[in-house]
């Protein structure tokens, strides 16, 4: 992984970035239905984590936009070439830890390196590990199939860009829908990189077919 300073004196948002910063809540979120059937498939037919098959393609969809790859770090901004997640495994006693992950591997790869961060993170508190600033935020609500969902964010300049989804739920026509959101700074991200997102992702998905 590596970063650049983007250049300020030729940054066509400057403007914005210097006004979202000003709010108290500079953040912009959105919650979309997203259809997960072939990733449901995918992971039964093969026994993997659905879980983790989720936050593989959401985290290459994520990178696959600049500006989610963006971090505000004083009067400047830092653009990362990947971001590693930070997500949330469940302890056993109900409480959860955060573990980092990095996702440009193989599928395989991937699920191994995963399966040895939970076991160190089980013992951990919710302290996190690496170059936070660089880190998509992963969390997941598996027990609603909700419609909204507020996050809670230090304010101010913390730029990290957050992604959680929900329960999944079959419609009348059988297919598989769940809820993804994305919480992120306003001064970075506009509404049509969080549509590129989303693109990005039911791109990702098609890859499972």
């Given amino acids: 992984m590596t970063s650049k300073l983007i250049d300020m004196n030729n940054y066509a948002r400057k403007e914005h970035f210097d006004y979202f910063r000003t709010m108290q809540y500079p953040y912009a979120g959105v919650t979309c239905d997203i259809e997960v059937s072939k990733l449901l498939e995918y992971s039964r037919a093969n026994n993997r984590s659905f879980y983790l098959t989720v936050l593989h393609a959401v985290a290459l969809a994520a990178d696959g936009v600049p500006e989610l790859r963006q971090r505000i770090n004083g009067e400047k901004i830092i653009e990362y070439s990947e971001c590693p997640t930070s997500h949330i495994e469940l302890k056993p006693d109900k409480t959860y830890c955060y573990c980092t992950l990095h996702h440009h591997m193989s599928l395989n790869e991937y699920y191994a390196q995963a399966e040895q961060a ?55 026509d059988g297919k598989i829908f769940m809820p993804v959101s994305i919480l992120a700074h306003h001064a970075l991200v506009d509404g049509i990189q969080i549509a590129q997102f989303y693109d990005n992702l039911r791109k990702e998905i098609e890859e499972y077919a």
């Fill in 118 to 172: 939970r076991i160190a993170c089980v013992s951990n508190g919710i302290e996190e590990s690496g170059d936070v600033d660089s880190m998509y935020f992963i969390s997941t609500v598996p027990w609603i199939h909700y419609t909204a969902l507020v996050q809670p964010v230090a304010g101010g300049d913390e730029s990290n860009p957050r992604f959680t989804w929900g329960k999944y739920e079959e419609s009348t």
